[in-house]
């Protein structure tokens, strides 16, 4: 490319950019949102110019660089079919929030510091564009330590947004996730150290050594119970309705994705690099994807609070993509990331819709609501489409994902045990509870009676509706031409 290192610039850039908004976060106040803004929409379009040119010469882009010569410890980043549509994901995620944020926070500040605003606007955007950033150098990094240290850049940067911009009980919260986040990243991080102590390298592409070796069932177990705690699978889960529900709705949003991302480093970590391994786990994972999935879907009904009731839902769609992936064929893996990508698109807009009628109405009780569509049309419209993407109904990428997935989970089934086959027809006949717990909260709070109290709502700001209607719209996109993002899969996942 002739923009010199885009994948470390558009990583770095909001790490340093982040770092002067904090120190004089009091003498900028409100234009540091739009600072943030404008860096992370710099570093979306890098990597969408990296996406580009991967789609036309389809050769992963690499930068390699020398982190201490003392014990040769270097770090890369690569741009290949499997990163590059996920950091392209987060990125415009983030500018998307970022941008639904600067109202949202303006309130949110004043309401916990009226007497100092300014200096708060710094703490927050610092810890947020280090979220997003985060995010970002997960997809990207090749190296386990580096990715390792993302990890626990998003982790401390959502614990500090909810301990000092959070809901109820905020503080007691923070610390839960804390723990658990820690806990997690901790199980993983012995996968981690017990490659190097046997390969010598903290690449990435160094698992592939393990193959054949005993150690390597034992490498692939932490790994993949560090991801499941992460991922709030059934058994890990109490954590989440907690973190979701109490946290800010847009950084909810993200959180979520960092549950979700958990399904993309099984992928990266283990699917690729030690295929017949991580398929000994097929089983006994895709039957806890649909313990998950289940119980996700019957916990998320249970709720009358809009923002518990969407964060409950994250448990049960989450494990979808594990289901997929754990399938272990190419299509399941694919359709798996491809759903996860999806839902990102779908649950941002939908935690995000949970902060706009708690915004406009101070709301959450779902019994106190009703007829809010009459004042608030293009709000419920969105939700409508966010409700679609979560329960594949055509056009919304949703449907094109769980279609792909569910070929590769039923190719699974076919050519392996009766197990596997009737794990495929109850994970389809589970996919109903999703249009149930998608569609019934929009009746009781949109439709019906418009309560007396009600009736002076007004509309959202389109600062905060407009950037989740481009979520829709790149849905749309990705639901009429899923080969957008098959390209870069299928390039990526060549499993049998």
Request: hydrophobic share 55%.
């Amino acid at each position: 490319m002739l923009i010199p290192k885009p994948l470390l610039q558009s990583i770095l850039l909001p790490v340093l950019i982040a770092i002067p908004i904090g120190i004089f976060g009091k003498r900028l106040g409100k234009k540091s949102g739009w600072i943030a803004l404008a860096t992370l929409l710099y570093s979306t379009i890098l990597l969408s110019l990296v996406g580009l040119e991967f789609i036309e010469t389809l050769t992963p882009l690499s930068e390699d660089y020398l982190w201490s010569g003392l014990i040769k410890l270097t770090f890369s980043f690569i741009a290949d079919g499997l990163s590059i549509p996920t950091a392209i994901t987060m990125a415009l995620m983030g500018v998307s929030i970022t941008i639904y944020s600067i109202p949202y926070m303006e309130k949110r500040i004043r309401e916990l510091y009226p007497e100092d605003q300014g200096s708060m606007y710094g703490i927050y955007y610092l810890n947020h564009m280090f979220l997003i950033a985060g995010l970002i150098g997960i997809a990207l990094s090749t190296n386990t330590i580096l990715l390792y240290l993302f990890l626990e850049l998003t982790m401390i940067a959502a614990y500090l947004l909810m301990d000092f911009f959070g809901y109820a009980d905020r503080h007691r919260v923070a610390i839960m996730y804390f723990i658990w986040s820690h806990v997690g990243a901790g199980l993983l991080l012995m996968g981690v150290v017990l490659t190097y102590i046997e390969t010598g390298s903290f690449s990435i592409s160094a698992i592939s050594d393990l193959s054949g070796k005993p150690i390597a069932i034992l490498v692939s177990f932490f790994i993949i119970v560090g991801l499941l705690i992460k991922m709030a699978a059934f058994g890990f889960h109490v954590w989440l309705p907690h973190v979701h529900g109490e946290h800010l709705a847009h950084v909810a949003g993200i959180i979520a994705t960092l549950a979700g991302m958990s399904n993309y480093l099984l992928v990266r970590l283990l699917a690729i690099n030690l295929p017949s391994v991580f398929s000994m786990f097929s089983i006994p994972l895709m039957i806890w994807a649909l313990v998950t999935m289940v119980y996700g879907a019957f916990l998320t009904l249970a709720q009358d609070d809009t923002k518990r009731l969407y964060a409950c839902s994250t448990i049960s769609q989450t494990a979808y993509s594990l289901l997929g992936i754990a399938s272990c064929t190419a299509l399941g893996i694919v359709g798996g990331i491809f759903y996860f990508l999806s839902h990102v698109l779908g649950k941002m807009m939908l935690l995000c819709i949970a902060g706009i009628i708690l915004h406009q109405t101070g709301l959450r009780d779902m019994n106190k609501m009703g007829g809010l569509a009459k004042t608030m049309p293009l709000t419920a419209a969105l939700t409508v489409m966010g409700s679609m993407i979560l329960s594949a109904i055509p056009p919304l990428s949703g449907f094109q994902a769980e279609w792909i997935m569910f070929v590769g989970i039923f190719r699974q089934g076919f050519q392996g045990s009766t197990t596997g086959l009737l794990i495929a027809l109850i994970g389809i006949f589970a996919t109903f509870l999703t249009l149930i717990y998608t569609f019934w909260p929009i009746k009781r709070i949109f439709f019906g009676p418009l309560p007396d109290e009600l009736k002076n709502v007004k509309r959202a700001p389109l600062m905060m509706t407009m950037p989740l209607l481009i979520l829709a719209i790149i849905s749309i996109i990705l639901g009429i031409y899923p080969d957008i993002l098959m390209k870069f899969l299928n390039s990526a996942i060549s499993l049998s």
